[in-house]
């Protein structure tokens, strides 16, 4: 199993970036998906997430209305469309699975998944 993120790079301050996570393995059907990030000095925190049964998606606070996930079932690929970036979002961004289709909405606490990509960095910066 292989997660595999990209898409990262450097970007303006409200401008926009979409990081993408490709998986080899397995399908992703009907798995949770979700994105981590954790910035330089900070712990890290969850992002976003889509359950694998219903589709419940959860959006931290700190992103709401400016970031969206989604998948391509088809590709085995997810998604994070980020908009209106801040420097506070430059982070190293990470992609995870939940292999058990779990209802939503899913936690956000790091041990609900099982597979995780490496980060791809994303840097908001003028």
């Known amino acids: 199993v292989q997660l595999q993120a990209s898409g990262g790079g450097l970007v303006q301050p409200g401008g926009s970036l979409r990081v993408s996570c490709t998986v080899s393995g397995f399908r992703l059907d009907s798995t949770g998906i979700g994105w981590f990030r954790q910035a330089p000095g900070k712990e890290r925190e969850g992002v976003a997430s889509i359950a694998g049964s219903d589709g419940i998606t959860v959006y931290a606070d700190s992103v709401k209305g400016r970031f969206t996930i989604s998948r391509d079932n088809a590709k085995n690929t997810f998604f994070l469309e980020m908009n209106s970036l801040k420097p506070d979002d430059t982070a190293d961004y990470y992609c995870?699975?939940?292999?058990?289709?779990?209802?939503?909405?899913?936690?956000?606490?790091?041990?609900?998944?099982?597979?995780w990509g490496q980060g791809t960095l994303v840097t908001v910066s003028s």
């Open positions: 995870v699975v939940e292999i058990r289709s779990r209802m939503g909405p899913l936690s956000m606490r790091s041990s609900t998944y099982h597979y």
